[in-house]
């Protein structure tokens, strides 16, 4: 076999080579370019030629051709096109997934120089969950806008499952969530613990400090709709709160709408303790903790094992924590509740 590659070091391609190889080819003349990747793993991505072409910024007759190009040489078909939306075949599945790793090998050179010159730049694309960045983020981005100004932050706020597909498919590089430990690909940094706490309106029965789970009506709960982990883990906490009959059902994406349906006299919810540390005082009083119990969820940074961007990452982390109150470093002060 006589291999020529361009813009590729070869130990970089073999495991492509490998993927395809079905016995003896000779003479195969492979040109392969780092843009031909990048244009297979956005037709991945985006499963739409069109798409794709405007996230590479060429035209799609180009991406087409150049993705032709490559599946003539490596003499196979990466991409069933009479499927809608375009998938990859079998054996495309794995060559985009080591093009994936490919890419990421090569963005480590750049990596490489920043931290031989202490300079941290660059684009970083945060996913975040909306149960933290009210919260979170108006403490966090002063500091990190002004200790790192040459880094452009793109931040979405997005929910859990959104956020495990995003980073899958390379659109997030670093996620702030409550994080699903199960997927093995994924590199998770604790951050913080949150308390799960009461929200009652004023004049509420409860007198004492703490309240009993077994003394709250569930019933009168509001919960946030189902896609939120904060849901999935408050019903973890209390039981299945579908055996409860609620006079209305009303299904909310924002903590702060359930705050101001409790404000108005009518039920109560749970909150993460970032959203009650800034509540005037009026509200502070109408906040309580479980009694006896301590539920907590673990806010991680995520990241995808084929992301190399550490320095950023450890940056960003330092920079989380540091603005957040010490209390909530301590995982020894309660109970973890998991997501999944």
Same mark, same amino acid.
């Given at each position: 076999?006589?291999?020529?590659?361009? =813009?590729?070091?070869?130990?970089?391609?073999?495991?492509?080579?490998?993927? #395809? %190889?079905?016995?003896p080819r000779f003479f195969v003349l492979i040109r392969m370019t780092i843009i031909q990747l990048e244009y297979i793993v956005a037709l991945d991505t985006y499963r739409n030629f069109a798409r794709a072409a405007e996230k590479c910024f060429v035209t799609q007759p180009t991406l087409s051709m150049? #993705?032709?190009?490559?599946?003539?040489?490596?003499? &196979?078909?990466?991409?069933?096109? *009479?499927?809608?939306?375009?998938?990859?075949?079998? &054996?495309?599945?794995?060559?985009?997934?080591?093009? =994936?790793?490919?890419?990421? %090998? !090569? $963005?480590?050179?750049?990596?490489? &120089? =920043?931290? /031989?010159?202490?300079?941290?730049?660059?684009?970083? =694309? #945060?996913? @975040?969950?909306?149960? +933290?960045?009210?919260? +979170?983020?108006?403490?966090?981005?002063? %500091?990190?806008?002004?200790?790192?100004?040459?880094?452009?932050?793109? #931040?979405?706020?997005?929910?859990?499952?959104?956020?495990?597909?995003?980073?899958?498919? /390379?659109? +997030?590089?670093?996620?702030?969530?409550?994080? *699903?430990?199960? /997927? $093995?690909?994924?590199?998770?940094?604790?951050? !913080?613990?949150?308390? !799960?706490? @009461?929200?009652?309106?004023?004049?509420?029965?409860?007198?004492?400090?703490?309240?009993?789970?077994?003394?709250?009506?569930? %019933?009168?709960?509001?919960?946030l709709q189902e896609g939120h982990c904060f849901r999935d883990q408050v019903e973890k906490l209390c039981g299945n709160l579908r055996e409860h009959n609620h006079h209305v059902q009303f299904l909310s994406g924002s903590l702060e709408t359930l705050k101001k349906i409790v404000d108005q006299h009518f039920g109560y919810t749970l909150l993460p303790e970032l959203a009650v540390l800034d509540l005037p005082p009026a509200q502070q009083k109408n906040v309580r903790p479980f009694k006896n119990i301590n539920p907590l969820r673990e806010v991680c940074l995520t990241y995808h094992q084929r992301f190399s961007r550490e320095t950023l990452i450890r940056a960003v982390k330092s920079e989380i924590r540091s603005c957040i109150p010490a209390e909530l470093l301590d995982e020894a002060r309660g109970d973890i509740i998991p997501w999944k």
């Open positions: 076999m006589f291999l020529s590659v361009n =813009r590729f070091c070869l130990c970089e391609i073999l495991p492509i080579l490998q993927l #395809i %190889s079905d016995g150049q #993705i032709k190009k490559l599946e003539d040489e490596l003499q &196979v078909t990466l991409f069933d096109r *009479n499927k809608k939306p375009v998938a990859p075949t079998e &054996v495309g599945k794995k060559v985009i997934e080591q093009a =994936r790793l490919s890419l990421q %090998s !090569f $963005q480590k050179i750049t990596e490489l &120089v =920043r931290l /031989d010159t202490n300079d941290l730049s660059g684009m970083l =694309r #945060i996913g @975040i969950i909306p149960t +933290l960045s009210p919260y +979170l983020l108006p403490r966090l981005l002063p %500091s990190l806008a002004e200790k790192y100004p040459k880094v452009n932050l793109e #931040i979405e706020e997005l929910l859990s499952e959104q956020i495990i597909e995003k980073l899958h498919k /390379d659109l +997030l590089d670093v996620a702030v969530w409550v994080a *699903n430990k199960s /997927d $093995q690909h994924f590199v998770h940094l604790p951050l !913080f613990y949150e308390q !799960f706490l @009461i929200y009652f309106p004023d004049g509420h029965p409860f007198r004492e400090e703490t309240v009993a789970l077994s003394e709250l009506d569930i %019933s009168q709960m509001w919960l």
